[in-house]
């Protein structure tokens, strides 16, 4: 590799390629196969028609009228909810699964966390027949039930995962395993923004089609730039994608990690300290003696210790401000969205809609661009369980 | 000097005409005390005895590694604890660690290899800080007289394996497979002949490891290697109840046998 190329693969001190010898090589490959693709006018016609047609794109930008008028301020939801699937996984999904077919990979592997990466995965893998594997923590299994029939349904194999913490960072380390003992024909099509280089630019880039349109449909609508954007952070790739489309304009950009109950959480940019998780440096929840900690968030999509190469440079640069939004408060917004505009979000996305509430009741009268990475109906079972509904 | 005490392990085995075994114990495991007195056993038998500093999230070891580590964490083992017990060691052969990038970044590359120094661990293996990642803790290490192992996969391209193999010291970790760490069957011709061909351009030792459980895996490979790692079988062993003697006494058998052609 050349020094010019291992600088690509950084986002300041974040990133990197920290993975096992038998992983090399596979990584060199994407690469190689990702960056022909980005050049490929054959590529990015195939890409743009499977977003059209399969995943519905381009979703609307949406004047939320009444909640606007209760926060006091202009709110513009960004519909991912409405794709494909039921949120913005499947952008990435649909990209890297081409990206694997046309590596001549037969099997792909993938962690889900809410399951929605892995229903995307699943749908995007039925559509070009590959053989799908799912791993997933079996904590998620019990609170996300609803995609794991989905995912079956569409014909994949669902692993749950029973090691440790039972989630999202349990899922990745299994569907890695899985890639090393099978990387000769199994692509891993990592859901999120993390990972070793490429998968934290690729998945960016997958998911910047997030903000080109937003960016484009609110300067139509407004004849302006919004004042901020706002996007939950797990592993960050809603957020990036929404963010990757802002990242030159005056547009103040908000990330909203997951609070948990206050002691236990999940939110490493406001948290955490740097360190290498999953193949990359990253600020992470850690002890002293390198040890990852365990997390707690009523989203199981944000449930993880670590976060994506990219916010940790964003954060350190000071582009992106991160805050911290409790389940508590989520679950708020959850419930307000439903009553006030007849949209049941994902417990995901409602952590970025109570950080509007509070920015707005701060900041009275901005126009804010909300990304609504998905929607709620997998969680109705397991509130209603636990009596939260 | 570290590197001096791995060199001397290997010639030693080499001019006694043997291959060299280097067992894999998890510190902390199954209990503190008994990693301890395992610990001891093991140097009965071994020429370099790798140590698992346990971690929350592995990604190259299989299930029972992964087990051990799990119950070395609940005993409470950090690798503070793990130090102290090396330097309580009186005698053996020599050491190298076996962690995770992020336990030894946790403790700063100059004050880890410091402490670890000081502790008389003469190597580290750490098996996600791959060739391109590891520069700047090849210079530290250096500076304070330990080893860095470097590894080897069957996947890896030639001109990398060359590269990677130039700059080998103490010894050259060979994956046998494509996989995590656990039991294999035998080895195909593939495996036999990315085994040589690497012993061919590695100017230190090299040693198999991954899926080395059985006497036969190492009459085996014996003429194509130097020495060869055994993790998961004995880990499994000792969770059956076996002693370190029980499960390393044939294994150490099957690297005494003289072989035919001995690799110069």
Redesign the interface.
């Known amino acids: 590799?050349t020094t010019a190329e291992?600088t690509r693969g950084r986002f300041g001190i974040y990133g990197?390629?920290?993975?096992?010898?038998?992983?090399?090589?596979?990584l060199?490959e994407l690469e190689q196969a990702y960056e022909a693709a980005k050049q490929d006018a054959d590529f990015a016609t195939e890409l743009e028609l499977t977003l059209r047609e399969f995943v519905g794109r381009a979703t609307p930008l949406y004047f939320a009228e009444r909640l606007s008028a209760d926060f006091g301020g202009r709110v513009f939801l960004k519909r991912e909810d409405l794709t494909h699937t039921g949120a913005h996984k499947i952008n990435n999904a649909v990209g890297q699964a081409l990206l694997a077919r046309k590596l001549g990979k037969t099997r792909i592997v993938a962690e889900t966390g809410a399951g929605q990466h892995g229903v995307a995965t699943a749908a995007a893998c039925a559509r070009l027949g590959l053989e799908c594997v799912v791993y997933m923590g079996a904590l998620d299994c019990e609170r996300q039930r609803p995609n794991v029939e989905r995912m079956k349904l569409l014909g994949a194999t669902v692993v749950a995962c029973e090691?440790?913490s039972r989630n999202l960072?349990i899922a990745i380390?299994e569907a890695?395993?899985d890639w090393?003992?099978?990387?000769?024909d199994t692509h891993y099509l990592i859901g999120s923004v993390v990972g070793p280089h490429p998968y934290p630019a690729m998945v960016r880039d997958f998911q910047s089609v997030i903000g080109r349109e937003a960016r484009a449909q609110f300067l139509q609508r407004e004849g302006r730039l919004p004042d901020a954007v706002v996007a939950c952070v797990g592993g960050g790739s809603n957020a990036m994608g929404i963010f990757a489309g802002f990242l030159d304009d005056e547009v103040e950009l908000h990330g909203v990690e997951a609070g948990g109950k206050g002691e236990t959480h999940a939110a490493p940019l406001n948290s955490g300290t740097p360190?290498?998780?999953?193949?990359a440096m990253q600020y992470?929840l850690?002890d002293?003696?390198?040890?990852?900690l365990d997390t707690h968030s009523i989203a199981a999509g944000l449930d993880y210790p670590g976060v994506g190469p990219e916010h940790s440079f964003l954060k350190d640069s000071g582009r992106a401000q991160y805050h911290v939004v409790r389940d508590e408060e989520a679950l708020q917004a959850f419930k307000l969205l439903a009553r006030r505009e007849g949209i049941i979000p994902a417990l995901e996305s409602s952590h970025a809609l109570a950080f509007a509430k509070r920015l707005l009741a701060q900041r009275p009268g901005l126009s804010v661009i909300v990304n609504l990475s998905g929607r709620g109906d997998k969680d109705l079972p397991s509130l209603m369980e636990r009596k939260l509904l | 000097m570290s590197i001096d005490a791995l060199n001397t392990a290997f010639e030693r085995a080499r001019g006694e005409g043997r291959k060299a075994l280097l067992p894999f114990l998890m510190a902390g495991h199954p209990t503190r005390q008994a990693f301890e007195h395992n610990l001891a056993q093991a140097g009965e038998f071994a020429d370099v005895i790798e140590v698992g500093v346990p971690?929350?999230?592995?990604?190259?070891d299989g299930p029972v590694i992964?087990a051990a580590a799990?119950t070395a964490?609940k005993n409470g083992t950090?690798?503070?604890g793990t130090l102290d017990v090396l330097t309580r060691r009186k005698a053996g052969p020599p050491v190298v660690l076996m962690l995770?990038?992020?336990?030894?970044?946790?403790?700063g590359l100059e004050r880890f290899a410091q402490r670890a120094v000081k502790a008389g661990v003469s190597g580290a293996i750490i098996?996600?800080?791959?060739?391109?990642?590891q520069q700047e803790a090849r210079e530290v290490f250096t500076r304070q007289g330990l080893v860095l192992v470097s590894?080897?996969?069957?996947?890896?391209?030639p001109e990398?394996a060359e590269a990677i193999l130039r700059r080998a010291q103490g010894f050259a970790y060979l994956?046998s497979v494509?996989?995590?760490t656990g039991t294999r069957e035998g080895f195909a011709p593939e495996t036999i002949e990315y085994i040589r061909r690497s012993a061919a351009l590695s100017p230190a030792p090299v040693c198999v490891g991954f899926g080395i459980t059985r006497p036969q895996h190492i009459e085996q490979l014996r003429e194509h290697a130097d020495g060869f790692i055994v993790g998961t079988a004995l880990i499994r062993g000792l969770e059956q109840g076996l002693s370190v003697a029980d499960v390393l006494r044939p294994l150490r058998e099957a690297c005494n046998q003289q072989t035919t052609g001995v690799r110069s």
């Open positions: 590799m291992r990197g390629q920290y993975v096992p010898e038998t992983l090399v090589a596979n060199h090691a440790g960072k380390n890695i395993r090393i003992s099978r990387p000769e360190g290498v998780l999953h193949g992470l850690q002293d003696d390198g040890q990852i | 971690f929350s999230d592995p990604l190259a992964q799990a964490l950090t690798l503070p995770s990038v992020n336990q030894v970044l946790a403790r098996p996600d800080l791959p060739f391109e990642e590894m080897l996969a069957p996947t890896t391209r990398r994956i494509a996989g995590v």
